[in-house]
């Protein structure tokens, strides 16, 4: 598994979602949720659901083995630059999947609160650098 990677998705990269089709060709290892109840998800508009580190609950999720060259794509479409400005941060975190299994996969996360976010992602709809839709 040196050249892939696991990661675990909870909004549109899940099966049957808009945005599934990035993860064409990518071996599904299974339905999961995450290890900790340390997270809250919300919704921004009702367009895509956000997963912040600071929370009382469980995430459900999909986890699959993707390539790692991958990540690049799946770092542009989840506003990801690894940098201080990115809309989302990427880490590796435990879930477990639906026969008890516990695997270490990547995920796409906030850390800061509701109104940074909002103020980010209008920034980047007015520079047109993303397309959410």
């Given at each position: 598994?040196?050249?892939?990677?696991?990661?675990?998705?909870?909004?549109?990269?899940?099966?049957?979602?808009?945005?599934?089709?990035?993860?064409?060709?990518?071996?599904?290892?299974?339905?999961?949720?995450?290890?900790?109840?340390?997270?809250?998800?919300?919704?921004?508009?009702?367009?895509?659901?956000?997963?912040?580190?600071?929370?009382t609950y469980k995430i459900k999720g999909e986890i699959y083995e993707i390539p790692k060259y991958l990540l690049s794509d799946l770092d542009y479409y989840e506003g990801y630059n690894g940098t201080q400005s990115s809309l989302y941060k990427r880490d590796y975190f435990e879930y477990l999947l639906e026969n008890g299994d516990k695997v270490e996969a990547l995920m796409y996360y906030q850390t800061e609160n509701k109104d940074n976010i909002k103020s980010k992602i209008n920034i980047l709809e007015e520079n047109r650098t993303y397309k959410w839709r």
């Open positions: 598994m040196e050249d892939t990677t696991y990661l675990f998705v909870y909004g549109t990269l899940l099966s049957n979602h808009r945005a599934h089709g990035y993860l064409d060709g990518c071996k599904f290892i299974g339905n999961a949720t995450t290890k900790d109840s340390r997270y809250n998800m919300e919704s921004y508009n009702g367009h895509f659901p956000m997963v912040f580190t600071e929370g």
